[in-house]
């Protein structure tokens, strides 16, 4: 079995290297990663400067790469080196991934590239409170529970390939989560922030903005959200990647 | 009526203008656009550093801000700052935005990101041969035969709004279309680039690498791609933001 891993916080994160941990023995792993902290990319990609590629020793691995791109890019440049992947793993995420919203993340957009590829896969997350959470390292944070569950689901995909209909599965595994903890299948929740932009004046009297994401209070039985929120429990939800709206086309084109 | 307008090619970008003009007497038409190209940007979000915003003249339009960040950051800075929109338009995209890839771009994902927010929205791109195509810029492309059929799809959605399950139109227009065109209600294509990668050797004799998408050459019947590149229609597909599969869940949880 051949094992992609990559994630959004860079190939240097605790987190990546929990996800190698928890499968290197259930196939080959090759990672490729982004080098610097991606969080927030999205499905970008890189198409208007060339990578650098470089190697990086990370124990448990076959081979790895740490690249100056996106993590979309990543799984381009592992499709295009390696080839014939069983699985692809995206994370472990330093903080949860959740709603409609995980487009936002460059976590489950890997994850959704590798999809496109036709290769199952998984984004996984963990979520972390906000004192824990160092940007891009976690070096605070334990990984031990979000490892086992990963491997679980992993194991469970590579053995038995994922439902028909089924793309991807999108995982987030509550911060005090341990191993007896539940599984929700889950929908993802509308959404889970509600950004908004805070003003400040600079010392020369400018003002600037920053985006703010200021978390939904409103938690739907059923959701992603209200599994990890409410029942703290671990949701795995089944994302499928094409958005056509499933509704009858002709109610579309009598608008015209 | 009030209709905010942004683009990934940037505030400057004639498509961007070809937009407002095309809808400045449907309502009144604030602009919020990123200062620079932002092609292939996905759903990125700036939460890293702040924002610049710089008010920029655009002809048609009520107010015009430049913001130095990404195509969703545009959204939601207008949703903090002047409310209640009735439409979103994003575009008018200089090239092709199609298939499960329009994840990809900044374009669909700032409409993608005001269908979140409740607004229904458009996302459109005109098909640009690559003679025509100067990055971001696009002096030599006519968008007045895609302007007509933006005013017409704006139109159709502030008279008689989305369909139920329809969070936002995906609008494509062939770059030979005239007025006369049919338009074509689409699904989502697979795919539409088989993205790989292309390695070169710098002066110094080390490896560097580009992103190339290379188009794929299948064409299946109903989707956006074959709309478009076949039967040279403008094509529509109706997007719901949701990506959760439309399995039984059981089948699952079976899995674990």
């Given at each position: 079995m051949k094992i992609l891993i990559t994630n959004?916080?860079?190939?240097?994160?605790k987190g990546l290297r929990a996800a190698v941990e928890a499968v290197k023995d259930l196939g080959e792993v090759y990672v490729v990663a982004p080098l610097f902290q991606r969080s927030?990319?999205?499905?970008?990609?890189?198409?208007h400067r060339p990578l650098r590629a470089k190697l990086v020793d990370v124990p448990g691995a076959k081979v790895a790469y740490g690249l100056d791109g996106m993590p979309v890019d990543c799984i381009i440049f592992a499709l295009a080196r390696?080839?014939?992947?069983d699985l692809a793993i995206s994370g472990i995420n330093l903080g949860e991934n959740l709603s409609?919203?995980?487009?936002?993340?460059g976590t489950a957009s890997a994850a959704i590239e590798a999809a496109t590829n036709g290769i199952p896969s998984i984004a996984i997350s963990l979520e972390v409170s906000r004192e824990k959470y160092?940007?891009?390292?976690?070096?605070?944070?334990?990984?031990s529970t979000a490892s086992h569950f990963l491997r679980k689901v992993a194991r469970a995909v590579l053995r038995g390939?994922?439902?028909?209909?089924?793309?991807m599965l999108n995982v987030n595994v509550p911060d005090?989560?341990?191993?007896?903890t539940g599984i929700a299948v889950t929908r993802l929740a509308h959404r889970m922030y509600r950004p908004t932009v805070e003003e400040r004046v600079d010392p020369k009297g400018n003002p600037y903005y920053w985006i703010v994401g200021r978390k939904c209070r409103e938690f739907e039985p059923g959701t992603d959200v209200y599994a990890l929120k409410v029942e703290r429990k671990v949701s795995v939800t089944p994302i499928n990647i094409?958005?056509?709206?499933?509704?009858?086309l002709r109610e579309v084109e009598r608008l015209f």
């Amino acid at each position: 079995m051949k094992i992609l891993i990559t994630n959004d916080d860079g190939i240097y994160s605790k987190g990546l290297r929990a996800a190698v941990e928890a499968v290197k023995d259930l196939g080959e792993v090759y990672v490729v990663a982004p080098l610097f902290q991606r969080s927030a990319s999205g499905r970008a990609m890189t198409l208007h400067r060339p990578l650098r590629a470089k190697l990086v020793d990370v124990p448990g691995a076959k081979v790895a790469y740490g690249l100056d791109g996106m993590p979309v890019d990543c799984i381009i440049f592992a499709l295009a080196r390696f080839t014939d992947f069983d699985l692809a793993i995206s994370g472990i995420n330093l903080g949860e991934n959740l709603s409609t919203e995980i487009t936002v993340s460059g976590t489950a957009s890997a994850a959704i590239e590798a999809a496109t590829n036709g290769i199952p896969s998984i984004a996984i997350s963990l979520e972390v409170s906000r004192e824990k959470y160092k940007f891009g390292e976690g070096s605070e944070v334990d990984f031990s529970t979000a490892s086992h569950f990963l491997r679980k689901v992993a194991r469970a995909v590579l053995r038995g390939g994922l439902p028909e209909g089924v793309d991807m599965l999108n995982v987030n595994v509550p911060d005090d989560a341990t191993e007896e903890t539940g599984i929700a299948v889950t929908r993802l929740a509308h959404r889970m922030y509600r950004p908004t932009v805070e003003e400040r004046v600079d010392p020369k009297g400018n003002p600037y903005y920053w985006i703010v994401g200021r978390k939904c209070r409103e938690f739907e039985p059923g959701t992603d959200v209200y599994a990890l929120k409410v029942e703290r429990k671990v949701s795995v939800t089944p994302i499928n990647i094409d958005m056509t709206a499933r509704v009858d086309l002709r109610e579309v084109e009598r608008l015209f």
